[in-house]
C-alpha cells in the first residue's frame, strides 16, 4: 500500500499531529493537507517541507482537497469548531455535526476506502456520524477515544510511583469526556494491582486528573494540541506498521450502539477486536451511565446516513 495520509482541518491540532509524524520515524510517505482555508493547508506544507531535510523520515507533502482521498489509507479528521474555555465537549456537538455530513460524502464520493481517525470534539460522537455517513463498516471507523486520557493517567501514576509510565499498564476509558473513568480492576505494574499501591483517594485524585486535565490546559492557553498530536501518530503508526497494538481507541460498541474509548487491538485493515474485559460492579454502572450520555447525545440529533 502507498502509506498515504491525509488529515483534514490544519489548524492547531491538525498541524501538530503533521508535526509529529515527520519528528519521528514513521511508515507515512505522502501526506496531504486539508482545509477550508486553503491557503493556510498550504502554508503549513510549505512550513513542512521546509524541515524534510534534517527530519528523521522523509515524505511527500503538500496541500490537496477531498479529490485526494482515493488511495488514502487513512484520513485523519480535525476539522470543526474549537473547544473553548468553559465549554464541555458535548457543547460543541451541533456546531460540528453540521459540518461532518457533508464532508464525509464528498470524501466518500472521491473513491476513500481506507480507515477514519476521528479526534473532533465531541470525539466519540463524531466517530459514530462519520461511520454513518461513510456507510463504511465500524472496523474501519475509529476515533482517538482515551488515548491522551489514558497517557495523562499513566504519567500522573508514574509521577506517585516514581516509575517510567511506559512500565504502567492502565486505561481511562469510554467517554472521551466528563463521564470517563479508569478502569482500575485491571490497572497493574508488572501484574502488581495497583490498587495495592494506593489508597482509594490517591486514585480518586489521579483519575480526576485524567479526566479534567484538558480543561486546565485550555483555561490557560486556549487549546490542547501537542499531546492529541503524539497520540494520533502513535495510533496512525500501528495500524499503518500493522502493530496489533492495544490501545483505548474509540470503537464501536455493538451491544450499545455506540463508540466509546475502550482497549482494542487495532492493525493494517483497523479494528481486529474489541477487547472483552469484565468490569467490575462499580465500572459497570459508570460505563452504563457514560453510554447512556452518548446515546441521548446521538438521539437528539435525528442521524440520518
Not at 498541524?15 to 486539508?34: C, P
Not at 463498516?137 to 501514576?157: E, F, N, Q, Y
Not at 494520533?232 to 455506540?258: F, M
Request: include cysteine.
Amino acid at each position: 500500500m502507498s502509506n498515504k495520509v491525509m488529515i483534514i482541518g490544519t489548524g492547531n491540532v491538525g498541524a501538530s499531529i503533521a508535526f509529529s509524524l515527520i519528528n519521528q520515524r514513521t511508515a507515512v510517505n505522502e501526506l496531504v493537507l486539508v482545509d477550508i482555508n486553503a491557503a493556510d493547508a498550504e502554508g503549513e506544507a510549505m512550513d513542512l517541507r521546509d524541515a524534510l531535510a534534517v527530519a528523521p523520515s522523509y515524505m511527500k507533502i503538500k496541500a490537496g482537497t477531498y479529490a485526494d482521498a482515493r488511495g488514502c489509507d487513512i484520513i485523519v479528521i480535525t476539522a470543526g469548531a474549537n473547544q473553548k474555555p468553559g465549554e464541555t465537549r458535548l457543547d460543541l456537538l451541533k456546531k460540528n455535526a453540521s459540518i461532518f455530513r457533508p464532508m464525509v460524502k464528498e470524501i466518500m464520493s472521491n473513491g476513500f476506502r481506507g480507515i477514519f481517525l476521528v479526534i473532533t470534539n465531541p470525539m466519540d460522537i463524531m466517530t459514530y456520524l462519520v461511520w454513518k455517513y461513510s456507510g463504511l463498516p465500524s472496523d474501519h471507523v475509529i476515533g482517538s477515544g482515551t488515548v491522551l486520557d489514558s497517557a495523562r493517567l499513566r504519567l500522573k501514576l508514574s509521577e506517585r510511583l516514581n516509575i517510567n509510565p511506559k512500565s504502567i499498564h492502565a486505561f481511562q476509558v469510554a467517554e472521551h469526556g466528563d463521564t470517563e473513568f479508569a478502569l482500575w480492576s485491571t490497572a497493574s505494574i508488572s501484574g502488581q494491582p495497583i490498587t495495592s499501591l494506593l489508597n482509594k483517594e490517591a486514585l480518586s485524585e489521579i483519575e480526576d486528573y485524567a479526566r479534567n486535565e484538558a480543561y486546565e490546559i485550555i483555561a490557560r492557553k486556549g487549546a490542547t494540541h501537542y499531546g492529541i498530536g503524539v497520540c494520533a501518530t502513535h495510533i496512525i503508526h500501528s495500524i499503518l506498521n500493522d502493530e496489533r497494538r492495544v490501545l483505548p481507541i474509540s470503537s464501536y460498541d455493538d451491544y450499545h450502539n455506540v463508540f466509546t474509548g475502550f482497549p482494542t487491538i487495532i492493525g493494517r485493515h483497523g479494528v481486529i477486536k474489541r477487547l472483552d474485559i469484565k468490569l467490575s460492579e462499580e465500572e459497570g454502572i459508570k460505563y452504563q451511565k457514560s453510554v447512556n450520555t452518548l446515546q441521548e447525545a446521538i438521539k437528539s440529533l435525528h442521524v440520518r446516513a
